[in-house]
């Protein structure tokens, strides 16, 4: 009897090993299955993460530049507009000094064409961006009939004062980088240069957060620290905005006119602080500069060179130093060399310094000084014949 009653627990003992050992495997089935579900939605995570992140790079922080300080919106635009193939019959080539050139109204005192567009830069921590910024400009552009090189008189002759600080320096090469573009950086700058490390740049520049970092202010994110060049507090990033998007309109009215500041008047002693180092005839400057007037020349594109005005005790720096004899003996050998280049002696170089914004940029009353007496001696700067060359020639004070 208690076999026959002990044979029902038996069985049941039975029936739990068989439902044991069917719902095991299916245990040992359903793990991988979760763990593939779990590499599936880290994939499409991953997935989300980049394809956001390719939104931000591309759709948001290549706007940052409306953050960032004049220099750079000006920077921006030039380049965006140099890429788009205008092909304007002339340009202006130069420095920050030469943005104050309004090109529109020069365009304008001989009627509507040929064209004339202003792609002065600010300094871009290489002198050979002269160079660089013609050959990109004849990547994408038809010859021009004329370039128009503008330039203080100091930045040739005269070795710059080293920029000991690495806040600056950094703003520079974002600055180099960030107008170039990364294939102009791999193809052109680092073989001319022989510097590799523009294939870095060229590398970092794909990402367009990268090109702001160091130039996004207000007062959330660091102080501008480059007082030269934009010492004016906004505030708001929504002001700082606002700003800039006056400067881009401003760049579009005048064919890329840029005013660092409205009213405001250097000091005598900054001026005084910031007086340009003696000439030398061994300037770094020197073969660049020349450069820039070989490749117009062997292009076929006259060039004509003319200085911006400089503060008066800047003036009598020079002249006292020695760099007018130096200057006009370099200038007039470049003349014999190079058949299409000319120097235009414009007779307005020292202004006052009720003229200047800072040691070397014109304020709005001098740029509008600079633009009148250049309008009226246009038709001599793009004169398509070059003068006679006389001994009474006389383009610098103390010759």
């Not at 520079?172 to 950086?185: A, D, N, V």
């Not at 959330?220 to 002001?239: H, K, N, V």
């Not at 304020?363 to 398509?384: D, H, Y």
Request: aromatic share 10%; with cysteine.
């Amino acid at each position: 009897m208690r076999f026959f009653q002990d044979m029902p627990a038996a069985r049941d003992s039975g029936q739990e090993a068989a439902a044991l050992s069917t719902t095991e495997p299916s245990h040992a089935l359903a793990r991988p299955a979760g763990l593939s579900l779990f590499v599936r939605l880290c994939g499409s995570s991953l997935a989300i993460a980049i394809a956001a992140g390719l939104v931000l790079e591309y759709a948001v922080f290549r706007h940052a530049y409306l953050l960032a300080d004049q220099s750079t919106v000006a920077i921006v635009y030039k380049g965006a507009r140099l890429e788009a193939g205008h092909s304007d019959p002339i340009i202006v080539l130069g420095q920050s000094t030469a943005l104050a050139i309004d090109a529109r109204r020069l365009q304008q005192s001989m009627g509507a064409y040929p064209t004339v567009y202003n792609y002065a830069l600010p300094n871009l921590g290489s002198a050979e961006q002269y160079y660089f910024v013609l050959k990109k400009y004849l990547q994408f552009n038809r010859r021009p009939a004329l370039i128009l090189l503008a330039l203080p008189p100091d930045a040739i002759v005269n070795r710059e004062a080293e920029q000991l600080n690495p806040y600056i320096e950094e703003i520079e090469r974002q600055r180099f980088r960030r107008f170039f573009g990364p294939m102009f950086l791999l193809t052109e700058v680092a073989p001319a240069t022989r510097r590799w490390s523009f294939v870095a740049a060229a590398a970092e520049t794909a990402l367009p957060s990268a090109n702001y970092r160091v130039f996004i202010k207000n007062s959330t994110f660091a102080p501008e620290l480059d007082e030269i060049s934009d010492r004016e507090y906004m505030g708001l990033p929504q002001a700082l905005v606002a700003r800039n998007r006056a400067i881009i309109d401003r760049l579009d009215a005048t064919n890329g006119q840029l005013i660092y500041y409205a009213d405001r008047v250097v000091a005598w002693h900054q001026v005084m602080d910031a007086l340009p180092p003696g000439p030398d005839s061994h300037s770094p400057m020197l073969p660049l500069f020349e450069e820039v007037i070989r490749l117009a020349d062997a292009s076929g594109i006259p060039t004509r060179l003319i200085l911006t005005p400089i503060c008066c005790e800047r003036a009598a720096a020079l002249e006292s130093n020695g760099t007018w004899p130096l200057l006009s003996a370099l200038l007039r050998s470049y003349e014999e060399r190079y058949p299409s280049f000319r120097f235009v002696d414009t007779g307005f170089l020292a202004y006052e310094r009720s003229d200047f914004g800072d040691p070397i940029h014109l304020n709005a009353a001098g740029a509008e000084r600079f633009n009148a007496a250049l309008v009226t001696r246009w038709p001599t700067i793009v004169a398509p014949t070059t003068p006679p060359r006389t001994a009474a020639r006389r383009p610098f004070p103390g010759q």
